[in-house]
């Protein structure tokens, strides 16, 4: 599985997602540009001591992503979303795309893949999950779909 943040602005954030990535063998790719400076000490904290083992890709932005991944399926997940995220069947190399803490996703982007976004259920009277929490959701429901192929 391929976690994308596009512009993430938190590096603890960033740091539990990328220790995430790592203990799943998921590829973790961030687009610029971030938020932090990729030496911070709360990234860096946040990831613990995992960092070696996660398999971590740059992009100058989401375009540069698409292109180098032409035949990718990209999974957008956005509280404007109207397809719940359990309902997709995912693949081994799907790409699970998620916005910066503050703003989201971009417009443009969820229409160009508008029949891709996907949604976390909650409820209305909060904007939405932390970012770092729902990475775990989807990527988990992905893995579990695949049997949790990599970890046992």
């Known amino acids: 599985m391929h976690v994308v943040l596009v512009e993430p602005e938190i590096p603890a954030n960033t740091g539990n997602i990328a220790r995430t990535c790592a203990v799943t ?3 973790l790719h ?3 540009p ?4 990729v030496d911070d000490k709360h990234l860096k904290r946040a ?14 932005s ?17 509280t404007k979303g109207s397809v719940p ?13 998620f916005g910066k803490e503050t703003a989201g996703l971009s417009e443009n982007l969820r229409n160009r893949y508008a029949d891709q976004c996907i949604r976390i259920p909650m409820g209305t009277d909060i904007r939405s999950l932390n970012l770092a929490n729902s990475v775990a ?8 779909q695949q049997g949790f ?4």
Not at 137 to 144: D, K, P, Q
């Open 62 to 78: 989401f375009d540069d992503l698409a292109a180098k991944y032409p035949r990718a399926r990209f999974w957008l997940a956005t």
């Open 25 to 27: 063998g998921s590829s």
């Open 47 to 60: 990831g613990l001591d995992y960092w070696h083992l996660l398999d971590l890709y740059y992009h100058d």
């Open 149 to 152: 192929a990599k970890l046992f």
């Open 85 to 97: 995220y359990h309902t997709i069947v995912y693949g081994s190399e799907d790409f699970l795309v």
């Open 137 to 144: 959701i989807v990527l988990y429901e992905a893995l579990r």
């Open 34 to 37: 971030l938020g932090f400076c």
């Open 30 to 32: 961030l687009v610029r």
